[in-house]
């Protein structure tokens, strides 16, 4: 699909409609309400999660972009790169065993490779957690408190009706409150840098 050109904070490659929302969501609403823009790039959709995602998107305040099936998923990611220029760049573990996590990953990592501008955008590259702890990284997240806007993540999850709901937020539930206990907090979404060619991003707190 042609893109709008317009920069953005934060970018999100996903495999799925859901992704940005289950590992994100409570600090895509906080860029939100900072007045920080995001643009979440999915790979896999229909109609029906498509429509579902743009719900989501109004709760949490992100620009939704998916992906034409026609186009190389490289090429797709870096066209995103330097139409964009983010600051942060979020997608999945290369270690999660989501096969479709690992290919977004890869995809991401070459395009990464190949993109001109990649000393300044983007300035940090993150990626999000997953659902089997036993394969976390031994490098420490970032941790993001989401106490506040912990409400918003519900509801946006809540618009994924073809899925099953119950199951969604309750494993977003619980991986938030385990997060939140390594930092004292409520709940917490934790993302974790990733190595590109031996160099590591511009560390910070998120945003």
């Known amino acids: 699909m042609s ?5 953005c ?3 999100l490659i996903t495999a799925h409609c859901d992704d940005a929302e289950l590992w994100a969501g409570g600090t895509i609403a906080r860029w939100h309400d900072m007045g920080l823009g995001t643009t979440v790039a ?12 743009l719900a989501a998107s109004s709760i949490l305040g992100f620009e939704p972009l998916f992906w034409d099936y026609d186009r190389d998923s490289s090429d797709w990611v870096l066209e995103l790169l330097v139409d964009r220029r983010p600051e942060v760049l979020l997608t999945h573990p ?8 690992q290919a977004v990953h890869h995809s991401v990592k070459r395009a990464l490779l190949r993109h001109g501008d990649r ?7 993150y990626a999000f957690d ?6 976390s990284p031994t490098n420490w997240p970032l941790l993001v408190d989401i106490g506040e806007t912990w409400p918003r993540k519900e509801q946006a999850l809540s618009e994924h009706r073809s899925q099953n709901i119950d199951e969604l937020i309750s494993m977003a539930r619980h991986a938030a409150a385990l997060l939140g206990m390594r930092a004292r907090l ?3 979404e934790a993302f974790y840098p990733f190595d590109l060619l031996g ?5 910070r707190d998120l945003p």
């Open 9 to 11: 904070h934060a970018l």
């Open 130 to 135: 997953t659902y089997y702890l036993s394969k």
């Open 94 to 101: 290369e270690w999660d065993p989501h096969l479709e996590h």
């Open 199 to 203: 160099r590591w991003p511009k560390l």
């Open 186 to 188: 409520a709940c917490a």
């Open 3 to 7: 893109l709008e050109s317009g920069s």
């Open 119 to 125: 000393r300044h955008h983007p300035k940090r590259w």
């Open 42 to 53: 999915v790979f896999h959709h229909n109609g029906i999660r498509r429509s579902e995602t």
